[in-house]
T-cell receptor, first 114, second 111 residues
Framework: AQSVTQLDSQVPVFEEAPVELRCNYS??????LFWYVQYPNQGLQLLLK??????LVKGINGFEAEFNKSQTSFHLRKPSVHISDTAEYFC????????????FGAGTRLFVKA | NAGVTQTPKFRILKIGQSMTLQCAQD?????MYWYRQDPGMGLKLIYY???????DKGEVPNGYNVSRSTTEDFPLRLELAAPSQTSVYFC??????????FGPGTRLTVT
């Protein structure tokens, strides 16, 4: 079974500052990892994914994440945030053995202040 | 290309009533999913389908039923609504088993 822990429920940050949203996971099998973003009153949309290969993954809107297998982490980063990045961010994990049951973290609300 | 559509957007039910949440996708995806989202809890998988005629339970299936008669449609049925089913419901679809595309959600209140 898999589980996902997002270490911060809320992250306030000033515009143009860097941000890191932390995600740890546990799994008895190898996994694929995802970050999704949810803007207010909308569904989730994929930011980036790690399936294999390079552990540094680049996504949309200037976000990137690094897969660290030894620390079982997949932290999301952006060097300079904008007001428009205010949203909820979800880390998710799926077993790479063909399972369909993606497990989502509880979410981190990013609030960008002017 | 509308992607994943859900109806209705909002609904208020009385305890014991039934309803069907509609979900459709026009991307010819084989895989479809229903999630519920509760504050601070992330998304919990209710049911999923790997193709027309094939469905299976997720993490929290009690009180819900699904059917998948076509590739495009994946309705979620609530029988005998209870206050614990107050939530936001999201439908999603995917071409592969991994990257999912979400609908805009249905906000359901049971009173």
């Amino acid at each position: 079974a898999q589980s996902v822990t997002q270490l911060d429920s809320q992250v306030p940050v000033f515009e143009e500052a860097p941000v890191e949203l932390r995600c740890n996971y546990s799994s008895s099998v190898s996994v694929y990892l995802f970050w999704y973003v949810q803007y207010p009153n909308q569904g989730l949309q994929l930011l980036l994914k790690y399936l294999s290969g390079s552990t540094l993954v680049k996504g949309i809107n200037g976000f990137e994440a690094e897969f660290n297998k030894s620390q079982t982490s997949f932290h999301l980063r952006k060097p300079s945030v904008h007001i428009s990045d205010t949203a909820e961010y979800f880390c998710a994990v799926s077993p790479n053995t063909g399972g369909f049951k993606t497990i989502f973290g509880a979410g981190t609300r990013l609030f960008v202040k002017a | 290309n509308a992607g994943v559509t859900q109806t209705p957007k909002f609904r208020i039910l009385k305890i014991g009533q039934s309803m069907t949440l509609q979900c459709a996708q026009d991307m010819n995806h084989n895989y479809m999913y229903w999630y519920r989202q509760d504050p601070g809890m992330g998304l919990k998988l209710i049911y999923y389908s790997v193709g027309a005629g094939i469905t299976d339970k997720g993490e929290v299936p009690n009180g819900y039923n699904v059917s998948r008669s076509t590739t495009e449609d994946f309705p979620l049925r609530l029988e005998l609504a209870a206050p614990s089913q107050t939530s936001v419901y999201f439908c999603a679809s995917s071409l592969t088993a991994y990257e999912q595309y979400f609908g805009p959600g249905t906000r359901l209140t049971v009173t």
